[in-house]
């Protein structure tokens, strides 16, 4: 999924800087509005993560969006592929050195369990606080800047296919389109299947293979990124060939309301989640199994899908987008366009 978000995430980067010109800016404002931007929602992640949740994922686009968008955004469409293509290298050669730890040192490395790292254990207010925001500086570190070689591939994908306008326009594009959904698919559901297998016991490997730095998550994380591409293709043909009654029934409505509102869709799972489960809130993630947290996760869900439904209703964006706007455009000069 990180991999489908970050793709999107650059296509709509490319988007509003295009609007931008467009309407009559300079390529460096339009530029310079999309640093705002990117700060901004690095400043979002920070609140995000000291508050509720330290696997925010804002404050790691915000950064790759600022290198990116600096050495690339205006650069030819050759060049946006070929560093495309340097950064899926890049994370072959990872795989290599991972492969090469593991014949070095077969035993399984010591991680940090999710619980003390999200510091949803921990429940002390500050103390997790403080907790959450070193697992989040480190994961901005590396996912928007250092190692974040997926992300960075798939966002500038994202620049090059709304130069395109492939998502817009797909009827143009339909052979791309198809090619990337059955082969990117195909490539990471196989990419997964190992440590799948693992999971329940069907292979048997050393736990080195299968830990949170291993063989089998470099695996997925390589093959996750022409999944990423793949699903995002699927869904675009899947809209591309829906009727136009379908596309005003109220849960199509529904579904493409949230992702109008994604930012304030994503807070607000935070927003419901972290107080509730965690032990530093209610504590109620304790008591829970499996089914339990899934039905608890599709009740949250639902309930941004109606929130976000009840602001399309009634025209308006969804608050945190409100806010972002006002912040990136209340420079003089920039203040009424669009983004």
């Known amino acids: 999924m990180y991999p489908l978000f970050a793709l999107l995430f650059g296509y709509g980067m490319t988007q509003l800087f295009l609007r931008q010109t467009a309407a009559g800016s300079s390529e460096r404002s339009a530029a310079a509005l999309l640093r705002r931007r990117s700060l901004w929602l690095i400043v979002f ?17 915000g950064l790759a969006g600022l290198i990116l968008g600096w050495l690339f ?26 492969v090469l730890e593991f014949m070095a040192q077969p035993g399984a490395p010591e991680t940090v369990p999710s619980t003390a790292a999200y510091a949803s254990g921990e429940t002390d207010p500050l103390a997790a606080a403080a907790t959450r925001l070193t697992t989040w500086l480190l994961a901005v570190t590396l996912m928007g800047g250092l190692l974040g070689f997926s992300m960075h591939a798939a966002m500038l994908l994202g620049f090059w296919a709304a130069r395109h306008r492939i998502l817009e326009e797909p009827g143009n ?5 198809r090619r990337t959904a059955v082969a990117g698919i195909a490539i990471g559901w196989l ?52 009727s136009e009654r379908a596309r005003r ?39 829970m199994g499996s089914a339990g947290m899934a039905l608890f996760a599709t009740g949250v869900w639902l309930l941004t899908v109606l929130g976000a439904y009840a602001l399309e209703r009634a025209g308006r964006r969804g608050p945190a987008e ?4 006002r912040l990136v455009y209340r420079r003089a000069g920039t203040a009424g366009r669009p983004g």
């Open 45 to 61: 992640g920070f609140g995000h993560a000291a508050l509720l949740m330290a696997g925010d994922i804002l404050g790691a686009y």
């Open 73 to 98: 955004l205006r650069r030819s469409d050759r060049a946006v592929l070929v560093a495309a293509s340097v950064a899926t290298a890049l994370l072959f050669v990872l795989l290599a050195l991972t």
């Open 173 to 177: 594009h339909l052979p791309l389109l």
């Open 191 to 242: 990419g997964g299947q190992p440590a799948a297998l693992a999971h329940i016991g069907a292979l048997d490997v050393p736990p080195a293979l299968v830990s949170g730095e291993g063989v089998f998550l470099m695996v997925q994380t390589i093959t996750g990124l022409p999944a990423g591409l793949g699903y995002a293709a699927l869904i675009t043909l899947v809209a591309h060939r829906m």
């Open 249 to 287: 029934s109220a849960p199509v409505v529904a579904v493409a309301a949230v992702g109008k509102r994604s930012l304030s869709c994503y807070l607000a799972h935070s927003v419901l989640f972290s107080p509730a489960l965690a032990a530093w809130g209610l504590g109620l993630g304790a008591a």
């Open 322 to 325: 409100t806010l972002l706007h």
